[in-house]
């Protein structure tokens, strides 16, 4: 029970930073691009319940730090991703386009 738990409290967690990094104007990922605002509110609504499952799972203070560091893996991560194995011009944001 513990193990799935901790999948899903990850899987919350990376697909809360994949809807923050699409709300960014930073956002090199083609295909995320478009709604923003809505793509912030579903981040945050999935940060809180990523952290609602780790604190379940290992309480208070090592939740809050199980939460922040999935969640810092996936939003360092999908920088190099997107430039490495994403859109042809993945170095240029929708603001530079503009």
Same mark, same amino acid.
């Given at each position: 029970?513990?193990?799935?738990?901790?999948?899903?409290?990850?899987?919350?967690?990376?697909?809360?930073?994949?809807?923050?990094?699409?709300?960014?104007?930073?956002?090199?990922?083609? !295909? #995320?691009?478009?709604? @923003?605002?809505? %793509?912030?509110? =579903? +981040?945050?609504?999935? *940060?809180?319940?990523?952290?609602?499952?780790?604190?379940?799972?290992?309480?208070?203070?090592?939740?809050?730090?199980?939460?922040?560091?999935?969640?810092?893996? !996936? #939003?360092?991560?999908? @920088?190099?991703? %997107?430039?490495? =194995? +994403?859109?042809?011009? *993945?170095?240029?944001?929708?603001?530079?386009?503009?």
């Amino acid at each position: 029970m513990t193990a799935w738990l901790g999948v899903v409290a990850f899987a919350m967690a990376a697909l809360s930073a994949v809807a923050l990094y699409a709300g960014s104007p930073h956002c090199m990922w083609r !295909v #995320l691009r478009g709604r @923003p605002r809505s %793509a912030r509110l =579903i +981040g945050t609504l999935l *940060a809180l319940a990523s952290l609602l499952a780790w604190t379940q799972l290992f309480g208070v203070a090592a939740g809050l730090g199980a939460t922040l560091a999935s969640l810092m893996l !996936v #939003l360092v991560a999908q @920088p190099y991703l %997107a430039l490495f =194995i +994403g859109s042809p011009d *993945a170095d240029t944001t929708a603001d530079d386009k503009a």
